[in-house]
């Protein structure tokens, strides 16, 4: 067995297999136990908080040599971290499965799909601006030129997998102008400039979610920002840390703050909580990192989500009278990761006319985590059902979060569940009541 590196203190290493006194910490209470969407589905100890760590524990001490079975058991966590939320022994869960990732993802271990996905999607494509956007633009003419009905009236993806239809019909459509093409490199606001920003204009988000991009300039500009969004900027490197490959996260994570680094700045913002996430860890990714590691202290320190930094600035917006009624689904990495939940509802409550219901286990993973919904379709779909039974149950005609992964996953449970509900990010519901159509 491979000798693991291993480290002596409960610091965020990430990537690298903790040291059996950090492992040690959890003190099998269990109170992990009753918010783990996998171990309520299988009431599997292997597949709980507990019974991970005790496995990751095991092969860090040389006791279990990594298996198929490990990997799955790896790969079959969401990664959601409400375990971390939960835990009284402040376990820091979340770093440790990546970690078992990394090991896994080395030993060769887990699904070809997984293996593939990691390999060459996360990589190769969503690594690079330019092979992003080549076949972003690809995927553009297959959903929109008419092949991706052909194919799915004559159920060609079925030959391959039965699976594989409903997956593609998962994916989000692409944007057909990209948000580095909707905005410029610097945005100012209408009247004096209060806070200099940097954006994170993401990976997917830029070719999949342009118009929210667009939506949070928007409303950043409201705010009296000045917005900077360089050309050169990168994927923020979370889904690649998140699956286990930590290289190409800390080569995505240096790429950002060269990119960023030409202009000072007071706050960095993002608009999807993976991200947000990950950005506020680069402090941690490159810590032994000579050149970068006072940089991504400094940088890390400014990472705020949009509704985070609206809040904590005090930043009235002046909303219009917005009559509906929404509710909020909390994506993982925003509460379990960056505990930020009464932020964006504090925003939404100042919004005349709106009328919020809180919803159900609004805390509970909708099972898109990543690529989690791709290499785990079934489960994924099990976890959805529970959400949109719990959406139902509001009554709302409109549910708001803040993840570009959730409010995709949702808008095709809306489908599959024959619900008639609009999905969309707070960002998108700000500008709606900012009445922002009679500005432009
Ligand atoms: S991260 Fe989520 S799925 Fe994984 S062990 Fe923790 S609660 Fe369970
Ligand atoms: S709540 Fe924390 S300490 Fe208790 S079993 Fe879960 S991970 Fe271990």
Not at 124 to 151: E, T
Not at 265 to 294: P, R, T, W
Not at 355 to 380: D, R
Request: aromatic share 10%; charged share 25%.
């Amino acid at each position: 067995m491979r000798l693991m590196n291993e480290i002596k203190t409960n610091q965020r290493l990430l990537g690298v297999l903790p040291h059996d006194d950090v492992l040690s910490q959890c003190i099998h209470c269990g109170m992990c136990l009753a918010v783990c969407p996998t171990y309520e589905l299988t009431k599997f100890e292997r597949s709980s908080p507990r019974g991970r760590i005790k496995l990751i524990k095991a092969v860090a001490r040389g006791e279990m040599a990594i298996s198929d079975s490990f990997a799955e058991e790896m790969n079959f966590c969401l990664d959601c971290q409400a375990c971390e939320t939960a835990c009284p022994a402040g376990v820091k869960y979340g770093s440790m499965v990546e970690a078992a990732r990394v090991e896994v993802d080395n030993s060769g271990y887990g699904s070809f799909a997984a293996r593939f996905i990691k390999k060459i999607a996360l990589k190769y494509v969503l690594a690079s601006n330019a092979a992003l956007k080549f076949f972003a633009r690809l995927l553009f003419i297959y959903q929109n030129w008419g092949l991706q009905k052909i194919v799915h009236s004559l159920h060609l993806l079925k030959v391959f997998s039965p699976k594989l239809e409903e997956i593609d019909k998962l994916a989000p459509r692409v944007s057909k102008t990209f948000s580095d093409d909707l905005f410029e490199v610097i945005t100012k606001p209408e009247g004096e400039v209060k806070y200099k920003t940097a954006f994170l204009t993401g990976c997917l988000m830029n070719v999949m979610f342009a118009e929210i991009n667009k939506d949070t300039v928007d409303v950043l500009k409201v705010c009296g920002c000045e917005v900077f969004a360089p050309k050169d900027q990168v994927c923020c490197g979370s889904l690649h840390a998140h699956n286990g490959d930590f290289d190409t996260a800390k080569k995505l994570a240096r790429k950002n703050l060269d990119a960023f680094d030409n202009y000072k700045f007071d706050f960095v913002i993002s608009n999807s909580a993976g991200c947000g996430a990950f950005m506020k860890e680069y402090q941690h990714v490159l810590k032994d990192d000579q050149k970068y590691s006072v940089r991504a202290k400094i940088f890390s320190a400014k990472v705020k989500d949009i509704t985070e930094f609206v809040t904590e600035n005090k930043i009235l917006l002046p909303f219009t009278e917005f009559i509906d009624h929404i509710t909020y689904h909390d994506a993982c990495h925003l509460v379990h990761t960056q505990k930020i939940s009464n932020q964006p509802r504090e925003i939404i409550d100042k919004i005349p006319g709106i009328t919020f219901t809180q919803l159900e286990e609004s805390t509970w993973c909708c099972g898109s985590a990543g690529i989690y919904n791709i290499i785990h379709y079934n489960e994924s779909m099990i976890f959805l059902e529970r959400k949109m039974k719990h959406i139902k149950n509001t009554g709302a005609r409109m549910v708001v979060t803040g993840n570009p992964g959730c409010l995709q996953q949702i808008k095709y449970g809306a489908e599959r569940f024959g619900m008639n509900i609009e999905v969309l990010h707070p960002v998108t519901l700000f500008k709606r009541a900012l009445n922002f159509k009679a500005e432009e």
